[in-house]
């Protein structure tokens, strides 16, 4: 394993700079510096004061970038356990325990739980395991976006998105590597 291979930085806001270990986990990949680096660019205007849900989190990159430039409030979900902890361990680390919440589930079943609307989406599954299709549905449906949610999807490169609802309007788009990804707007 290359030195840093488990490492990510955030980019920006309150923890700029700041490096955190991740474990090892089957489809564990941070979106890479670069690629976050234009998403919260992106996102900039409307980032401060933001209730986040970073499904699939991972190692929480997007997350925690969100909540070192000023969200309000994200929660983390995943379905490994070692990942959930060391999140955990992260806010404990950033004392940023009242402004989180990390949930060890599998991301379909907690969107199948009772809403409580988001208005900054991240959403970054696996790429083989066809989730997107599953969860895409289940946010609109179930009440989990704010009237004017941003939602951020990240994909291979060589698949395409799931059917989307109507009223999901894209903002932006762009191809990093083998990753492509949006930025779209619930309108």
Request: glycine fraction near 6%.
């Amino acid at each position: 394993m290359a030195k840093g291979s488990n490492q990510l930085r955030i980019i920006g806001g309150e923890w700029r700079g700041r490096k955190l270990r991740f474990p090892d986990a089957p489809n564990l990949r941070p979106t890479p510096d670069r690629v976050r680096e234009t998403i919260f660019n992106w996102l900039a205007p409307m980032i401060n004061g933001a209730r986040c849900l970073d499904l699939f989190a991972g190692s929480g990159a997007l997350g925690l970038e969100a909540l070192s430039r000023g969200a309000a409030f994200t929660t983390f979900v995943d379905s490994h356990k070692k990942v959930t902890l060391t999140l955990q361990e992260h806010l404990d680390l950033l004392n940023s325990n009242d402004k989180a919440e990390v949930l060890q589930m599998d991301g379909v079943k907690f969107l199948n739980n009772s809403a409580q609307p988001y208005d900054l989406v991240f959403l970054d599954p696996p790429y083989h395991l066809d989730f997107m299709g599953k969860v895409v549905p289940l946010l609109e449906e179930n009440g989990w976006l704010s009237d004017n949610a941003m939602l951020y999807l990240e994909i291979e490169k060589r698949q395409s998105l799931p059917e989307l609802p109507e009223n999901w309007q894209q903002l932006k788009e762009k191809t990093a590597g083998e990753v492509s990804y949006f930025l779209f707007q619930r309108s």
